[in-house]
Every structure is written in structure tokens, then in C-alpha cells.
């Protein structure tokens, strides 16, 4: 059903028309912050929602670049917050995408070097892929430290204990041009309350880049290996049946560009419509990759459309 509706084009949609494209598509991606929920909070509706979809029959997937936690955190959120359908099965991460990556893409054969949180270093070991410890004397340093053997891969995710005994190690070891350098999605920052923000994956990943002369493999979106997990693991995914909602233009929806899906923007998170509309109007045709077909306040706008549908089965 790709490109079959005349409206689309970083237009915001309601009504009859979200309707009609609930019915068109048979598979839905989306986005956690900013989307689903901010922080520890549900964004109103969404639970009803995603629950609503599961329960019509929808394929539902959660792809988010948050490597921070492993999935099973994630189920007891979800239910937590009221999305009482989700299961283990439908929730994509950074980390356990780069798991998969590391696991049965390239087969790594060795230890992983991670800079990242717990939630990262977890879903490696789930997945049988030794992670190097660290157990460094308080006051080393990299002309003093030692350096694990046998390590096969840096991957670098978000870490909110960054050191920069971390950043040289990591360094060393891609030395070696048989090292992996993996990142778990390039990320520059994350909004947080009072205007303030969070560096993320990205800003550590390119420190490590400028350190080492090389560049990283990106793991999350907007790479086309998170879709690629979802195809192995679903039967049937047609990129044509598949609809992608995000709230950040240069990741989610050059992320559904990427893998020739069609692309909505919800603005309860980090882009609003006017910069879509920017990219939109540039004369870059590299930017049009960045515009989503649909926009809509939130993914609650989703509601009217079940309600509708319920009235006319009664």
C-alpha cells in the first residue's frame, strides 16, 4: 500500500483517513521515548492503542535505540505502564540487535570490549558473547592498565559511567584492524526536563572514531539491520504492509526511508512538524529521506479511528 494515498508528504492526518490507513497496514513499528512514553510516564492513550492493535491482530514491534536495558526490563515496563499485551518477542533494542549482530552475522570469536550500561553487557552474555570485565586498580591509567586479551570487537553504546581510562582502552584495542568497531545507534543527545539534555551513543561513538581513525558500524536505527532482525524473526513482513512511528526525523524516519517502509511522526517528542517541513522544501534531495509521510499529534489521534470501527460492527 506504499505511496498509496494522495495526502501523504509530512501531512497531518486524521479521522477517516488514520482509519484508512490502520486498515491498510498489517505491521507497525514504533518508537518508545517520545512515543509510547516519556521517561516513567505513558503518553495518554497509548496503551489503548497498542493494546487495540494487538488485540484486531496487528503485528506490533517496539524498535528503540535505548541500550540501557535488557528486553525482559522492558516487558515488566510496558505492563507496568498498562500495555498489557506486549510480549518478550516484540521489543527490538539497540543491544539486542547488536547481540544478534555480533552473534550470528559476523560470529565473533572472542571478547567484546563494551562501553555501555549493564542492560548493554546483558544481553551479550544472554546471547553466549563474552564481555571483557573490568577490573582495573583504582587510580590506573592506560600507560599502567592491563589490556585483555583475545578482544574481538569495541562496541559502544550509552554509558553514563564514561571514563576516559574507557575511551583509551577502547582506543588500543582498535589498533588492531581485526577489531570490530560496533555502535549501538548513533544517538547525539536525549531531551530531559528543565531544557537540559543528555549526550548519547553517538557523541561517545564519534570520540572513539576521531581517537581511532576509524568509523563505527551502527547497529540501530537508522541502519537496516534492526529491520532485518524483525523480517528474520517475523514470517512475512512485507515493507509495504509496514508502517513506522517515531518522533525523531533524522533517526525513525530516515530509519522507515531506509528499509522502504512508510513513515509517520508523532510530535510528542523530539522533531516537530516544522522542521519535517524544512526538509521537505530543501533543495537536497538527500534530506526528503528525513520527511515522514503522516504526522499526527499523537499516537492517541489513533483512538477515534477504533471507536469508529466498533460502531460500525455494532
Avoid at 541502519?223 to 513482513?237: A, D, K, L, N, T
Wanted: charged letters at 25%.
Amino acid at each position: 500500500m506504499a505511496g498509496a494515498f494522495a495526502f501523504k508528504g509530512c501531512q497531518k492526518i486524521r479521522g477517516a483517513q488514520i482509519r484508512g490507513l490502520l486498515e491498510a497496514k498489517d505491521f507497525f513499528l514504533f518508537d518508545c521515548d517520545g512515543v509510547i512514553w516519556h521517561g516513567e510516564n505513558a503518553i495518554t492513550g497509548a496503551a489503548k492503542v497498542v493494546n487495540a492493535l494487538i488485540r484486531r491482530g496487528k503485528n506490533v514491534v517496539f524498535v528503540t535505540n535505548n541500550c540501557t536495558r535488557p528486553r525482559e526490563n522492558y516487558v515488566s515496563k510496558f505492563t507496568r505502564l498498562g500495555f498489557t499485551d506486549v510480549m518478550l518477542d516484540q521489543i527490538f533494542s539497540s543491544s539486542y540487535c547488536s547481540a544478534l549482530y555480533l552473534r550470528d552475522v559476523v560470529k565473533v570469536r572472542g571478547q567484546v570490549f563494551v562501553i555501555g550500561c549493564e542492560g548493554l553487557c546483558r544481553e551479550l552474555l544472554e546471547a553466549g558473547i563474552p564481555c571483557v570485565e573490568e577490573t582495573d586498580e583504582p587510580g590506573a591509567t592506560i600507560y599502567n592498565c592491563a589490556l585483555a586479551p583475545d578482544v574481538k570487537a569495541v562496541l559502544v553504546g550509552h554509558d553514563d559511567k564514561l571514563t576516559f581510562l574507557k575511551l583509551a582502552k577502547a582506543s588500543c584495542y582498535l589498533r588492531d584492524p581485526e577489531c570490530l568497531f560496533l555502535a549501538t545507534d548513533n544517538d547525539p543527545w536525549h531531551p530531559l526536563s528543565g531544557g537540559r539534555i543528555l549526550p548519547g551513543s553517538g557523541s561517545l561513538t564519534a570520540a572513539i572514531e576521531v581517537a581511532s581513525g576509524r568509523k563505527a558500524t551502527v547497529i540501530g536505527k537508522p541502519s537496516r539491520f534492526m529491520f532485518e532482525c524483525i523480517s528474520s524473526q517475523f514470517s512475512g513482513v512485507d515493507p509495504a504492509q509496514c508502517l513506522m512511528v517515531g518522533d525523531r526525523l533524522e533517526t525513525d524516519m530516515l530509519f522507515g526511508s531506509n528499509c522502504g517502509l512508510d513513515t509517520m511522526l508523532t510530535l510528542t517528542g523530539v522533531s516537530q512538524i516544522e522542521e519535517a517541513q524544512e526538509y521537505r522544501n530543501s533543495d537536497l534531495d538527500s534530506n526528503r529521506s528525513y520527511v515522514p509521510d503522516y504526522v499526527v499529534d499523537t499516537i492517541a489521534d489513533f483512538l477515534p479511528a477504533f471507536e469508529e470501527n466498533e460502531e460500525q460492527n455494532d
